[in-house]
């Protein structure tokens, strides 16, 4: 399981806990899901392609995948709460912090010594589970938005994560939680 997929049970334990149904989520008049889940599926395309095709294509499908995203966000904001806008605000800043390293460096850097705190094999950063990433080094830009926290974990939660991770992990954190509690008619206040 997915470090993101682990965040989102936690919010829906959190949401249910106070009070929520996952059923109040499904009311929200969401317009234009689709760009989403295409947005998604773009980024899953990325290593299923060869390593050459990857590093040209990298910037430009990411690109299209947040373009989709904001699309999306934009023509939503209208039928969310004040929380709900909050919780997606988080996820919006912590996805462009990771877009914006991911631009600038045609990758996500990540460090060699940082996947060895966490036990990850660090010779060949770009391949496998690692795909969107590059190694971090002197010419990197903006470091510090790379992934560079450890998380030692357990199995698929042992990763290195950004500062924009976290963001946006925070963002699902309020985001779940608020829809889940909220009722039908209040999601377009």
């Keep these: 399981m997915s470090l993101v997929a682990t965040v989102v049970l936690l919010a829906v334990a959190i949401g249910y806990a106070a009070g929520g149904r996952l059923r109040h989520i499904a009311q929200i ?63 919006v800043v912590g996805w462009a912090m990771n877009f914006t390293v991911i631009a600038l460096n045609n990758g996500m850097p990540v460090s060699a010594e940082t996947l060895d705190r966490v036990g ?26 790379g992934d560079m926290i450890p998380l030692p974990l357990a199995g698929p939660l042992r990763k290195a994560i950004s500062l924009g991770d976290v963001v946006m992990l925070l963002g699902l954190l309020v985001f779940i939680p608020v829809g889940m509690r909220q009722e039908p008619d209040e999601a377009t206040a």
């Design 120 to 145: 990850l094999p660090s010779d060949n950063i770009e391949s496998g589970d690692l795909n969107k990433h590059v190694t971090l080094d002197d010419d990197t830009l903006l470091p510090w938005l």
């Design 29 to 91: 008049p969401f317009r234009r899901i689709w760009m989403v889940w295409i947005a998604f599926l773009l980024q899953f395309l990325l290593p299923f392609l060869d390593e050459s095709t990857r590093r040209t294509l990298r910037v430009p499908i990411l690109a299209v995948a947040f373009v989709l995203a904001m699309w999306w966000i934009v023509g939503t904001w209208p039928v969310l709460t004040r929380w709900l806008r909050a919780g997606l605000v988080l996820v």
